[in-house]
């Protein structure tokens, strides 16, 4: 079992930053593929970013030189800096961890965008 906590949701100005932070405990002994995802009003949860256990990152377009994932070395604990933040990015943001053929999910923090 994993377990994932979230922090460092909020409420944000156009243009502005806010980190987003994961930590997994549980029965963990290695280093996980993790990311984020989103899920806004009406809308399917998306993926946002994710960095695999070798530490390989990839995003979806729509954030791309906008938000960087990363992990604290070899720990299970990864960041999303989002910079340039704008009202669509508004919505929960969850984090997602891999691990032996399971998906785990953490509670979500809520993210708003708006002036």
């Known amino acids: 079992q994993v377990q994932l906590v979230e922090s460092g949701g909020g409420n944000v100005q156009p243009g502005e930053s806010l980190r987003l932070s994961c930590a997994a405990s549980?029965?963990?002994?290695?280093?996980?593929?993790m990311g984020w995802y989103r899920q806004a009003p009406g809308n399917q949860r998306e993926m946002v970013a994710r960095?695999?256990?070798?530490?390989?990152?990839i995003y979806t377009d729509s954030v791309k030189g906008r938000f960087t994932i990363s992990r604290v070395p070899r720990t299970n604990t990864v960041y999303l800096q989002m910079n340039n933040v704008k009202p669509e990015d508004t919505a929960i943001y969850y984090c997602?961890?891999?691990?032996?053929?399971?998906?785990?999910w953490g509670q979500g923090t809520q993210v708003t965008i708006s002036s």
């Open positions: 997602n961890a891999l691990k032996d053929g399971n998906t785990y």
């Open positions: 549980g029965r963990i002994s290695t280093t996980l593929t």
């Open positions: 960095i695999s256990n070798g530490d390989d990152t």
